[in-house]
């Protein structure tokens, strides 16, 4: 698909070159009976190399390559619009670059809107080692929380004060839905200051996808989902939703140990293998309960969280179950999750979650880019 439509581009430019032979005389051009001056015949020439840039950029993926594909058709239509006799067929290879290079220019604006909030997320982070974590500072938890510390290698090591995980899943929209969505996901969690961004890109088919975004910065939440990265489908914000982000924040510190001794969190141990953690950020509070195996593994995290935004929303229960685990970067986790809604008509598991990779600290921070 996206051959065939880099060699519709690179084509539709070479076509434009007409203009320019015709312009200057170069070539009798029977197929044009209307006049080009000779800068008109140069804005056709422009034109054609406007498209053959875009053609470039698009099939290297360039975060600019809309605005090029942009400029091109506009240029391109105005001309054909002063030829119209002649060369009006033109339009409709216009019409469906200029589609495609508006979803481009949604991915555009939709990435460069995820950096500026990921660099405010960021800002000020002290990714600088500290001081090991040591057998002291965990006389105060409950035990399971102890043993699973220990198990993850946590203890010995700097606490983490930022991380990116890697990610790639497979989404189900809705309870009845047969297939699954593929999707890939990135996010920034910052743990000395709580919060996280979240960006997916789900494929719905070959023609159709959406580009969501999630956010939990100052004890807020807020959701962005776009189909095709332009039209909104869920632009929602307010208090159910900061509790659920706040809660999916709390149950995602299996990525990260050390927050586990964070003084915003208050430990209540339940059974020698479980413990629930409350976490308040500003004016938002939720709690969850973990779930550890015999030998200090995380295996499950249980929160009764609001499943929507609405005013009627409900609370739900809402589970997280650990199905593989993985030491990455010298700390164990878990790297197989699924993501499961408890619902009075059954079970919806609605997401299944791989960690590709995740980098803490430093190395978090390495490869990223600021906004322009």
């Keep these: 698909m996206k051959t065939a439509f880099f060699i519709l581009v690179i084509l539709h430019g070479l076509i434009h070159v007409i203009g ?27 034109t054609c190399l406007f498209f053959l840039g875009y053609g470039l950029l698009f099939s290297i993926s360039h975060r600019y390559a809309g605005i090029v594909g942009l400029a091109a058709v506009v240029l391109s239509q105005i001309l054909i619009f002063l030829v119209w006799k002649d060369a009006k067929f033109g339009t409709l290879p216009n019409i469906l670059i200029l589609l495609v290079t508006l979803v481009s220019m949604g991915q555009f604006f939709f990435e460069k809107r ?19 974590i040591t057998e002291d500072e965990l006389r105060d938890l409950p035990e399971p929380v102890k043993k699973w510390l220990r198990r ?18 497979e989404m189900k929209l809705k309870p009845d839905q047969e297939n699954w969505f593929p999707a890939k996901a990135v996010q920034y969690t910052r743990m ?19 580009r969501g975004r999630d956010k939990f910065a100052e004890g807020q939440g807020q959701m962005l989902i776009l189909l095709e990265a332009l039209f909104p489908i869920v632009n929602a914000s307010g208090e159910k939703l900061d509790e659920g982000s706040l809660q999916r924040y709390l149950g995602e510190l299996v990525w990260f140990p050390s927050f586990a001794l964070s003084k915003d969190i208050i430990w209540e141990q339940l059974s020698d293998t479980s413990a629930k953690a409350t976490l ?39 589970v997280i179950q650990a199905t593989q685990y993985q030491e990455m970067d010298g ?36 490869d990223r880019k600021p906004a322009d």
């Design 20 to 46: 320019f032979v015709k312009g200057y005389e170069l070539r009798e051009i029977k197929e044009f009976t209307l006049p080009i001056s000779k800068p008109m015949g140069i804005a056709w020439l422009i």
């Design 114 to 132: 995820v950096q500026e909030e990921t660099d405010a997320l960021l800002s000020q982070v002290n990714p600088s080692p500290a001081q090991p």
């Design 152 to 169: 993850s290698g946590m203890v010995g090591r700097p606490r983490l004060t930022v991380g990116k995980v890697t990610q790639k899943a």
């Design 192 to 210: 000395d200051v709580p919060g996280f961004i979240w960006t997916v890109d789900v494929k719905m088919n070959p023609l159709v996808f959406f």
């Design 280 to 318: 308040q950020v500003r004016d938002t509070r939720g709690s969850g309960t973990f779930y550890f195996t015999p030998e200090g593994d995380f295996s499950r995290f249980s929160a009764l969280r609001y499943q929507g935004n609405e005013a009627d929303a409900k609370r739900q229960e809402w």
């Design 331 to 366: 700390i164990r986790i878990p790297t197989q999750m699924t993501a499961t809604w408890k619902l009075d008509q059954g079970d919806w598991t609605w997401l299944k979650l791989q960690v590709t990779d995740i980098q803490y600290n430093e190395q978090a921070l390495r």
